[in-house]
């Protein structure tokens, strides 16, 4: 279990925020989603592959199988590879952070994206914390407010230090 520094707990993000986030992503989410479905179709014709056709034609449970597949990929892929931000993270100014302070871990990362497909998951944020953040150790926070306090516990910090020029 990783340590909860009360910096990255005092500047989590709000839960407005938070649903501000979710609306953002899940459109872009629907965005792409109708990209993939476009291009599937065009596909599908070129080719007469049934992949393609079922992609954006299956049944319902095809359909709740690709979209959970195409959620989950979305979020690792960019929580992963864009410094723990999404889209939505971008526009709001939060990232996600370890509960120490730290860049997330890859499997960190993993155990959040597949948190998301839990149902209900997307409301759990207005409570204390999301099951994706509890179950990850992670948070999201306000970034100019963390930076904001790291930079003057630091500043703090070195007060009465002696300089070496």
């Known amino acids: ?5 009360n910096v990255v707990e005092y500047n989590k993000a709000s839960s407005g925020i938070r649903l501000a986030n979710n609306f953002l992503d899940l459109i872009v989410l629907y965005i792409i989603n109708y990209l993939l479905s476009t291009v599937s179709n065009l596909l599908y014709e070129a080719t007469s592959i049934e992949f393609f056709y079922f992609y954006s034609n299956g049944n ?3 359909q709740i199988l690709i979209g959970n597949f195409n959620y989950c990929l979305y979020y690792f892929l960019m929580e992963n590879y864009l410094d723990g931000r999404t889209v939505a993270k971008y526009i ?3 990232k996600v952070i370890s509960t120490d302070g730290t ?3 890859t499997q960190q ?3 959040r994206s597949l948190s998301r497909i839990v149902p209900f998951d997307g409301l759990s944020f207005l409570g204390v914390n999301g099951w994706h953040d509890s179950w990850s150790e992670t948070r999201v926070i306000n ?3 963390y930076q904001a306090e790291i930079q003057a516990k630091s500043e703090i910090e070195a007060l009465g230090k002696k300089e070496i020029a």
Do not use: A, D, E
């Open 103 to 105: 860049k997330p871990t």
């Open 109 to 111: 990362i993993i155990y």
């Open 60 to 62: 319902l449970l095809w």
């Open 1 to 5: 279990m990783k340590t909860i520094l």
């Open 143 to 145: 970034i100019k407010n």
């Open 92 to 94: 709001t100014g939060t």
